[in-house]
């Protein structure tokens, strides 16, 4: 069965440093998304690519996070520099063609900044 | 706005027992509705989701839910809950944009 793949799992870094995780959807899904998951609380939508196309980036702080897709495949969000707050789960998944297609979510990498 | 609304922060049922969580929806049109589960640690599962037709949707793992439109709700049920039941449960409303989630109902299995 075809799964989203996300690396790495779980990443420790300090305040101000750099990071970038990394998401390989299902093979053919051409909507890609990244959440944010703080623990406790449900996911909340980062950033929606359809093929290499931002379609949604309004919940994404762009004075530190960017997220790419270059040849409408694989995906990488960065941080940096990264704040004390940015510790929570970050999910990826995709899906067929857009949001009314169920969508497949990865493992997820856990981050903790410190 | 769509938004979704999850009443019961933690549930604590006895294995074998019935279960119910609940959610409330906010969405202008018609939605579509999924409910998901997240043990610890983990990405999400999708359990079911509600798209239109018949009212009452069957999932994986024994669990159905209903579509209330009129009371704006799509509540999770199972007759008779497992120890391996024990996870995060999160409903979900998604229209023209990509899914916006309830803050989840964490069930506690009890032997």
């Known amino acids: 069965e075809a799964e989203v793949a996300q690396s790495p799992r779980y990443k420790i870094t300090e305040k101000s440093q750099a990071v970038a995780f990394w998401c390989d959807p299902i093979?053919?899904?051409?909507?890609l998304y990244w959440y944010r998951q703080i623990l406790g609380q449900g996911p909340e939508l980062l950033v929606q690519f359809q093929d290499e196309s931002v379609v949604d980036d309004s919940q994404l702080p762009k004075d530190r996070f960017s997220a790419e897709r270059l040849k409408g495949v694989d995906s990488t969000l960065k941080i940096q520099p990264a704040e004390l707050g940015d510790s929570a789960m970050y999910l990826c998944?995709?899906?067929?063609?857009?949001?009314?297609?169920?969508?497949?979510f990865g493992p997820g990498t856990r981050l903790t900044v410190t | 706005a769509q938004s979704v609304t999850q009443p019961d922060i933690h549930i604590t049922v006895s294995e074998g027992a019935s279960l119910e969580l609940r959610c409330n929806y906010s969405?202008?049109?018609?939605?579509?509705l999924f409910w998901y589960v997240q043990s610890p640690g983990q990405g999400l599962q999708l359990l079911l989701k509600?798209?239109?037709?018949?009212?009452l949707v069957q999932g994986i793992k024994g669990f159905e839910a209903e579509f209330k439109r009129s009371q704006s709700s799509f509540n999770l049920r199972k007759p008779s809950v497992h120890w391996s039941d024990a996870a995060e449960y999160f409903c979900a409303v998604s229209g023209r944009r990509a899914l916006t989630f309830g803050s989840g109902t964490r069930l506690q299995v009890q032997p």
């Open positions: 998944a995709s899906s067929l063609q857009g949001p009314t297609y169920e969508q497949y």
């Open positions: 969405y202008g049109a018609t939605p579509y």
């Open positions: 509600y798209f239109s037709g018949d009212t």
């Open positions: 093979s053919g899904h051409a909507t």
